[in-house]
């Protein structure tokens, strides 16, 4: 699976946009890009996908740069409860199509939310 | 709601002592996994299924032992507990098909070997 390199720690204002870089350079063509967060003694929650379009849930949106080696997680209007450890993690999909193995969790970036 | 559902949330055990930790999903996942997580050392994959009568390692698999007799179930078990296994344990699962999904986790087991 490709590497990727997250800033270690970053600070947002509640209410603010709380941008999450990610650096994957060595990103094959079938790989997706995959963001999960954990809260503090919980288990990681899945956050967004996407493999070369930009994409947007309820949660965030997810840029992803034309040449796919870096990628921007976006949380809109960060709020005290999206204080996490954020992953990004770059995933392919097996043969056939198929979506399953082992999720590679990095150091990933602390995201501290002030009010 | 629907999701994953480990117990018990906390246990301690002496060393040599076996336990078996639970895991159960009511989403028709066809994968399930398990994962511990230690300071410093993200998680890292126990086990993991892709179905019932299917299970495989991953890269931390000694120690441990798992099956899978129904697609809801996949139950860790600790043969003869050290103190290494101290850690927090996570359970997850996901889709499996064509196309790309995200994985659900349980809300972990706090493991202490004594």
């Known amino acids: 699976d490709a590497k990727t390199t997250q800033p270690p720690s970053m600070d947002c204002a509640e209410g603010r946009a709380a941008n999450l870089p990610c650096n994957h350079s060595t990103i094959s063509g079938n790989e997706y890009v995959y963001w999960y967060r954990q809260i503090h003694s919980q288990g990681p929650q899945y956050i967004i996908h996407?493999?070369?379009n930009n994409e947007t849930n309820e949660m965030a949106s997810l840029i992803i740069t034309e040449d796919r080696k870096s990628s921007t997680l976006i949380l809109p209007h960060a709020t005290l409860r999206d204080t996490a450890v954020y992953y990004c993690?770059?995933?392919?999909?097996?043969?056939?199509?198929?979506?399953?193995?082992?999720?590679?969790f990095g150091q990933g970036t602390i995201l501290t939310v002030h009010p | 709601n629907a999701g994953v559902t480990q117990t018990p949330k906390f246990q301690v055990l002496k060393t040599g002592q076996s336990m078996t930790l639970q895991c159960a999903q009511d989403?028709?996942?066809?994968?399930m996994s398990w994962y511990r997580q230690d300071p410093g050392m993200g998680l890292r994959l126990i086990h993991y299924s892709v179905g019932a009568g299917i299970t495989d390692q991953g890269e931390v698999p000694n120690g441990y032992n798992v099956s899978r007799s129904t697609t809801e179930d996949f139950p860790l078990r600790l043969l003869s507990a050290a103190p290494s296994q101290t850690s927090v344990y996570f359970c997850?699962?996901?889709?499996?098909?064509?196309?790309?999904?995200?994985?659900?986790f349980g809300s972990g087991t706090r493991l202490t070997v004594v």
């Open positions: 996407g493999l070369k």
């Open positions: 993690i770059v995933r392919p999909l097996r043969a056939g199509g198929t979506s399953y193995g082992k999720l590679t």
């Open positions: 989403m028709n996942h066809e994968y």
């Open positions: 997850a699962s996901s889709r499996v098909g064509r196309g790309s999904y995200g994985y659900t």
